[in-house]
């Protein structure tokens, strides 16, 4: 399916439930050490490399959600921990595969606000960040990567074409 530039969001809004994020598996969260083990896992997972995809082309339409910690050379203000940050682009993530709208989502977990609801627009891996580039190579179309960590902090990167 070839989706028109001019309706990426709502598009990836139809798509994304039934994508997926590659092996994202939704965890069920509550407080204390249960919460505390799913932070692990998600920082633990958010920090594994990927391997950009071999029939990759060399350039992407990307958008993402990006969720900002206080332990960033350049928080921008954040105050949430490196753990809350990353539970809060996994809840991101778990509701888009859940459904969500993907402008909603942006507004409701980003905090990176633009007009653009996320989109980087068409992109080579060497305008990237080594690991976002990474991970968003790896994806296929239409398709949300896992949280992924950067020194920026924590997306979740959809990949539209």
């Known amino acids: 399916m070839r989706m028109m530039t001019r309706t990426p969001f709502l598009v990836l809004s139809l798509l994304i439930g039934a994508c997926g994020a590659g092996n994202a598996k939704p965890t069920a969260g509550s407080a204390g050490p249960a919460s505390a083990s799913k932070a692990q896992e998600c920082l633990r997972r958010a920090a594994e490399p990927h391997q950009p995809r071999p029939d990759a082309p060399p350039r992407i339409e990307v958008a993402h959600i990006l969720v900002r910690h206080s332990e960033l050379k350049d928080p921008q203000g954040a105050t949430r921990t490196r753990e809350q940050a990353c539970l809060r ?42 690991q976002f580039a990474q991970a968003a190579f790896s994806l296929e179309a239409n398709q949300l990567s896992f949280v992924v960590e950067t020194k920026r902090g924590f997306h979740v990167i959809a990949r539209l074409k």
């Open 89 to 130: 682009a996994l809840e991101a993530l778990e509701k888009l595969q859940g459904g969500a709208d993907w402008s909603a989502s942006v507004e409701k977990y980003s905090d990176e606000h633009s007009p653009t609801h996320g989109s980087l627009g068409e992109v080579s891996q060497d305008e990237l960040d080594p």
